[in-house]
């Protein structure tokens, strides 16, 4: 039977939970142009892949998306580059992004095929456009390429400062921009331990998640200062009482029960959850089965 879809109400959440900002401090900047001899050029914003996926696995959990896509290739063509004529052929995917209940978009994506990773380029493309027409990243496209100085290895000496509407609820402009919360300062090597602790509690995955989002950064030891690194630290300590919720659930409901609806939400391992959102899922099916159980 299929699955009905999403109530208007739901819908309307969803879809701006999909549609805000990114946290900034996913954010990345790519130089598309170069002028005055590599001394300047012109940048634009970007999120990794990745970003995207978290945000899904975030609202929707791993099972309740899919992505499919098709590579074809255009071959015997020829392009410039640095005033030399190259023959190559150019990678072309279609990527479709489908969330159970809500819908589905294709995007395309292109690269030219002697670029190195051209699929990896042309896919990602691709699944960001497929993403930004449920909303997820679209503000992105607002962004007006801005004029910089690029230093000797042809980076940005300076990135722009984010703009509101490109800030996600709860976060202020000087804390996007490093004037608050990230500002680099003292941190205590106790409590980067005290974080990393966390790793076989929690998991790849969710460790990873958590220093993302609280921490502003992917390695525990390179969190900007010691309240952002207690912030993480009380991010960890609910999670870790989710698992710690999730065992005793998974003893109350039993095994049957419990592989039953790992399987159904395919989930191969409880200790490597992907997500956050696949450990809240998890414990909210389980309180419903010993509730009814109880009754």
């Not at 002028?35 to 975030?58: C, H, K, M, Q, W």
């Not at 959990?61 to 098709?70: A, C, F, I, L, N």
């Not at 159904?264 to 959102?277: C, D, G, N, Q, Y």
Request: include cysteine.
């Amino acid at each position: 039977m299929a699955a009905t879809k999403f109530k208007e109400t739901e819908r309307e959440k969803l879809f701006a939970q999909l549609d805000a900002p990114f946290d900034p401090a996913l954010i990345k900047w790519r130089v598309m142009r170069r002028f005055d001899n590599g001394r300047s050029g012109v940048i634009l914003p970007f999120a990794d892949p990745r970003v995207y996926t978290d945000r899904l696995n975030e609202l929707f959990t791993p099972s309740g998306w899919t992505r499919e896509y098709t590579i074809s290739t255009v071959p015997s063509l020829c392009r410039m580059e640095r005033g030399k004529a190259i023959v190559t052929s150019k990678v072309l995917v279609a990527t479709a992004v489908t969330i159970t209940r809500l819908g589905s978009h294709t995007g395309t994506g292109e690269e030219w095929a002697d670029r190195e990773n051209a699929i990896t380029a042309a896919d990602a493309q691709a699944f960001k456009r497929a993403c930004s027409c449920f909303g997820l990243g679209r503000y992105l496209y607002r962004f007006g390429e801005t004029r910089v100085r690029l230093n000797s290895r042809g980076e940005p000496t300076a990135i722009p400062k984010l703009p509101e509407w490109a800030l996600p609820p709860g976060i202020t402009m000087a804390q996007a921009n490093g004037l608050a919360s990230d500002t680099r300062g003292p941190v205590d090597q106790r409590l980067t331990a005290e974080i990393e602790s966390f790793r076989a509690t929690l998991g790849a995955p969710i460790f990873g998640e958590i220093l993302r989002r609280a921490g502003h950064s992917a390695d525990a030891r390179t969190i900007p200062n010691a309240e952002r690194q207690k912030q993480t630290i009380e991010k960890m300590q609910a999670a870790a009482r989710g698992f710690e919720r999730l065992r005793n659930l998974a003893e109350m409901a039993g095994d049957a029960q419990f592989f039953a609806i790992t399987e159904r939400f395919k989930i191969a391992s409880v200790t490597e959850l992907p997500s956050l959102a696949a450990l809240r899922q998890l414990v909210e099916e389980l309180e419903s089965v010993t509730n009814q159980q109880v009754a």
